[in-house]
């Protein structure tokens, strides 16, 4: 199960892979440097478009365009082959400071689009990070649905669409929550501790949810993808030859490859030569596909 190296991207937080089936690539997001990028499976050719802010998170549409969270809110990006990239403000978020942007964010099974946010420096615990929900046709200012954050992660949904998993990353808290999900309004209520990852290796990040319905985490610091059981049974863990692994989502033709995006330290040494790449996994189980965002 040894991690191959797809690119050396050198991103300084890659984050968000999707799997798009029909174009066979993976497209992903380099937060600070605000870059969409797309990798080819059939020939290794890699593709990337500038974005107007930092760019966080990402859903593909049916036209081949993308809805994103960026630094003010929700937008759509339509990415051109010349390497041009228009981008239309969608809806802005109202966040608690100036100094905060979105973060970690996916659709729902319904094809809502939902995104977190948080303070820009982690480093001042500051526990403003929100959970918005963004629905087409939404007009004026997105309202958080959840708060009191300070690095919200993790984002998935089970394969029925009825639990919904969000964490936080920060060292302070490190902890994976559960929700029973209202597919219907798009709610979440009843929040439970799914996972305490004070009690394993690494910080919660990024996350995919498997076809058995098993929530994969990436646990960044710790160069590790743990596989948890419904029952929030830790089942199995993958290396990568990284240490700061930050979003894992399923692929390839039959779904049953996990790609992973990384960080890359300012404080890069020799020993972390790769960090900042896009690797491929076999996990020995298969994926689910990525909902489009519904228009």
Same mark, same amino acid.
């Not at 990028?37 to 802010?53: D, F, I, L, Y």
């Not at 999900?181 to 004070?198: E, K």
């Not at 996350?207 to 990436?218: E, H, K, P, R, S």
């Not at 960080?263 to 596909?289: C, M, T, W, Y």
């Given at each position: ?5 797809? *690119? ?14 029909? /174009? ?73 400071? $100036? ?28 526990? /403003? ?12 200012? *997105? ?43 798009? $709610? ?25 319905? #098993?929530?994969?985490? #990436? ?13 929030? @049974? ?5 290396? *990568? ?15 049953? $490859? ?5 960080? @890359? ?31």
């Amino acid at each position: 199960m040894s991690a191959e190296l797809i *690119v050396d991207a050198r991103n300084a937080v890659g984050e968000c892979p999707v799997w798009v089936p029909e /174009e066979n690539a993976l497209y992903w997001v380099d937060i600070p440097a605000g870059g969409l990028q797309r990798w080819s499976a059939e020939n290794g050719h890699v593709h990337a478009w500038k974005t107007p802010e930092m760019l966080a998170c990402i859903a593909r549409q049916a036209d081949g365009s993308w809805v994103a969270g960026m630094e003010s809110g929700f937008f759509q990006l339509h990415p051109h082959n010349d390497g041009s990239l228009d981008s239309q403000v969608l809806a802005n978020v109202d966040h608690a400071r $100036t100094d905060m942007r979105l973060n970690d964010g996916r659709c729902d099974r319904q094809g809502r689009f939902w995104a977190s946010s948080m303070v820009l420096n982690m480093g001042a615990n500051i526990a /403003e990070g929100a959970l918005y929900r963004y629905s087409a046709g939404q007009r004026g200012p *997105v309202e958080a649905q959840l708060g009191g954050f300070i690095v919200p992660n993790g984002l998935g949904f089970s394969p029925d669409g009825r639990t919904m998993y969000l964490s936080d990353s920060h060292p302070l808290v490190q902890q994976i929550w559960a929700f029973d999900y209202d597919i219907d309004s798009g $709610t979440p209520s009843n929040r439970r501790l799914f996972v305490d990852m004070n009690q394993f290796c690494g910080r919660p990040d990024g996350a995919a949810v498997d076809a058995d319905g #098993c929530y994969w985490i #990436c646990a960044n610091d710790a160069g590790l993808i743990h596989r948890f059981t419904p029952d929030g @049974r830790l089942d199995r863990s993958l290396t *990568v030859p990284v240490k700061k692994p930050t979003m894992c989502a399923f692929g390839g033709s039959r779904l049953d $490859t996990l790609f992973v995006t990384s960080i @890359r330290p300012g404080d890069d040494h020799d020993e972390q030569s790769l960090a900042g790449g896009v690797f491929a996994l076999n996990p020995g189980v298969k994926g689910l596909p990525e909902p489009l965002f519904h228009v």
